[in-house]
C-alpha cells in the first residue's frame, strides 16, 4: 500500500506532529484578554459556544471543571448565559453559523466574550467589536485534529483572567512534551485491521465520554464509516437491550465491534465491574469486543494518549478502505447549502 498516494494532505504527519499544538495554542493566546474585566469574583459560569471538533476544547475543559463549564453548541446562546457568565466561542475556521450566531447574541446582549479562531468571520467580527481573539496559526489542520492547539489556547485564555484553578500553563506545555505519538501507531493499525468492514461502538466511562465521542467522530470523518458512542452506566439503561441477541434482521451480529476504553485506576469500582459484565454479555453474542486500557500519570495525559490512538485507528482504518482519510466533502457540501437562499 502507498500511503502518500491516499493520504494526499499528509494527515500522518499532522498526528505525528499533534503534541506540538499545545505551545502554538498557549503562544498565540497569551496576550488574548478582556480590556474591562468587570467580575469581582469569578464569572457564575463559562459557556464555550462551538460545533464538531471545534466544540471539543470545551468538552475537554467540562471534564475538568464539570460545575461551571457549559459547552453549547447551537444557535444563540443557552439559557445559562447571564450577566455572570464568560461566553467563549470557538470556530477554527471562523465561519460556522451557529457559533457566529452565539458570537452576535453575546455582543447583541453585551456579554463579556473572546474568541478562537484561525480567521475567517469571526475574526472579522472580533476585529468590528472589538472582541479579544485568539487568532490561531497556519499551517490550517483538519479541525478534528487541532484540539491541542484549540484546548491549549482556552487555557491561556482562562489563566489570563486567573481562572485555572489547580492547573497551570506549564503543566500543559509538560504534557505535550511527553505525549510519544509515534508509540501509539502500530496499536492504532492493529485496532483498524480488527474493525475494518465493521461498524465500531466505542463505550468509555462518564469521565472519558468526550474521548468516545473523539473517536466516534474520527471514524465518521476520517474513515468515513458510520460509528457510535455511549459510555457506562447510561448504556447499561438501555443500549444493552439492543446488543443482547441482536436482531439478525437489522444487522448481522459479526457485523458489529465494540471497544470499550477503560480506565482501570481510576474508574469507580462498580463502573469497571459493569464494563466487565458488559463485555461477557457482547461476546455471549458473538460480536467481536475488547478492552483498550487507557494509560497515564494524570488525567490529560490519559485523556489525550488515547485521543491519539483513536487518530491512528480511524487514519489506518482510512489506509484500509484506500480512502483520503481527510476531506469531509458531505460536511463542506452541506454548508454549501446551508447558504443558499
Known amino acids: 500500500m502507498e500511503i502518500k498516494n491516499i493520504d494526499k494532505s499528509n494527515m500522518r504527519q499532522a498526528i505525528l506532529d499533534f503534541p506540538r499544538q499545545f505551545r502554538i495554542g498557549i503562544n498565540a493566546a497569551k496576550k488574548v484578554r478582556l480590556k474591562k474585566w468587570s467580575f469581582l469574583t469569578p464569572p457564575e459560569n463559562i459557556i464555550i459556544c462551538g460545533m464538531g471538533g471545534s466544540a471539543l476544547a470545551g468538552e475537554i475543559l467540562g471534564a475538568l471543571k464539570p460545575l461551571d463549564v457549559f459547552s453549547y453548541k447551537s444557535y444563540r446562546l443557552p439559557l445559562q448565559a447571564g450577566n455572570e457568565s464568560l461566553i467563549i466561542c470557538i470556530s477554527y475556521s471562523g465561519n460556522t453559523e451557529e457559533t457566529l450566531s452565539s458570537f452576535e447574541t453575546a455582543v447583541g446582549r453585551g456579554l463579556p466574550v473572546i474568541s478562537i479562531t484561525t480567521g475567517g468571520k469571526l475574526a472579522e467580527l472580533s476585529k468590528k467589536y472589538k472582541v479579544p481573539c485568539v487568532i490561531l496559526p497556519s499551517p490550517y489542520l483538519p479541525p478534528r485534529l487541532a484540539i491541542g492547539e484549540m484546548f491549549a489556547a482556552l487555557l491561556q485564555v482562562l489563566n489570563n483572567h486567573h481562572l485555572l484553578n489547580g492547573l497551570t500553563i506549564n503543566d500543559i506545555l509538560k504534557l505535550g512534551d511527553s505525549l510519544e505519538t509515534k508509540a501509539l501507531e502500530l496499536e492504532g493499525k492493529k485496532i483498524a485491521k480488527k474493525i475494518f468492514g465493521k461498524i465500531p461502538i466505542i463505550y468509555t466511562s462518564r469521565r472519558f465520554r468526550t474521548a468516545g465521542v473523539i473517536w466516534k467522530n474520527s471514524l465518521n470523518e ?21 446488543l443482547w441477541r441482536v436482531n439478525e434482521a437489522q444487522i448481522s451480529n459479526d457485523e458489529i465491534y465494540v471497544l470499550i476504553l477503560r480506565d482501570k485506576e481510576s474508574s469507580h469500582s462498580r463502573i469497571l465491574k459493569q464494563m466487565e459484565i458488559t463485555k ?4 455471549k453474542e458473538g460480536m467481536g469486543v475488547e478492552f483498550i486500557d487507557i494509560e497515564g500519570e494524570n488525567f490529560l495525559k490519559k485523556f489525550f494518549s488515547v485521543t491519539i490512538l483513536g487518530f491512528w485507528v480511524s487514519f489506518w482504518l482510512a489506509m484500509e478502505y484506500k480512502i483520503d482519510p481527510t476531506p469531509v466533502n458531505p460536511i463542506d457540501e452541506f454548508k454549501r447549502k446551508l447558504k443558499e437562499k
Open 280 to 283: 461477557a454479555f457482547i461476546a
Open 222 to 242: 476520517t474513515a468515513k464509516i458510520l460509528a457510535m458512542a455511549n459510555y457506562f452506566p447510561e448504556l447499561n439503561h438501555n443500549e444493552i437491550v439492543g
